[in-house]
């Protein structure tokens, strides 16, 4: 492994469960190999993958102006913006919150029973390449705070009422960051290439 810091070439195959490696030359952390490296993101990704369905079946929130009473759902919202005349807009909260997290939650959920099960299922290698890529890209949590924005705006207009899927999308954020910030790539696919 190449530090990234100072470019050295480290051998980190010896690092016992539970410890961190460190480079020999600067200190920087180069690797942690955790005690419950695949136990504790499997626990957690199988609570987002229940969160992430519930999220998107029901509604986020319940508003109601002048007697008319209407419930929008994440995908609602973005069709919102869409007949609004902000297509590009609409786009990007579709991808952000819905695409690729869902697309990560179900891809790690699907790697990380195929490693657990020491069973190398149909397409893990290239679900999880793509995880890689699609991580940084999943921002529920800028989407959360853009609903919390919109929230205190229309507060003021209409009666709104947090729906059951606000709940499990608040708790859908919190559990998937855990989950990722778990979550060692290193790791992963030192164990995939041992199946
Ligand atoms: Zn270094």
């Not at 490696?21 to 499997?42: H, M, Q, T, V, Y």
């Not at 697309?103 to 195929?114: G, R």
């Amino acid at each position: 492994m190449v530090c990234h810091e100072c470019d050295a070439l480290q051998d980190v195959s010896h690092i016992p469960e539970g410890e961190t490696g460190l480079c020999l030359c600067c200190g920087e952390r180069l690797f942690k190999n955790p005690k419950s490296a695949i136990e504790k993101p499997l626990a957690l990704m199988m609570a987002c993958v229940i969160l992430f369905i519930v999220a998107n079946s029901y509604p986020l929130l319940h508003l109601e102006i002048t007697g008319i009473e209407r419930a929008v759902t994440i995908t609602e919202s973005a069709i919102i913006f869409y007949t609004q005349d902000s297509p590009e807009l609409a786009m990007v909260v579709f991808l952000t919150s819905v695409v690729f997290p869902g697309f990560c939650v179900f891809s790690l959920f699907y790697v990380l029973i195929s490693i657990h099960l020491k069973k190398q299922f149909l397409f893990v290698r290239p679900l999880l390449v793509w995880v890689g890529r699609l991580i940084p890209w999943g921002m529920m949590d800028v989407f959360l705070l853009a609903i919390l924005v919109a929230l205190v705006k229309l507060a003021a207009l209409a009666h709104v009422v947090l729906g059951l899927g606000f709940i499990a999308f608040v708790a859908l954020v919190v559990c998937y960051a855990a989950a990722v910030s778990s979550i060692e790539m290193h790791v992963l696919w030192s164990k995939l290439e041992k199946i």
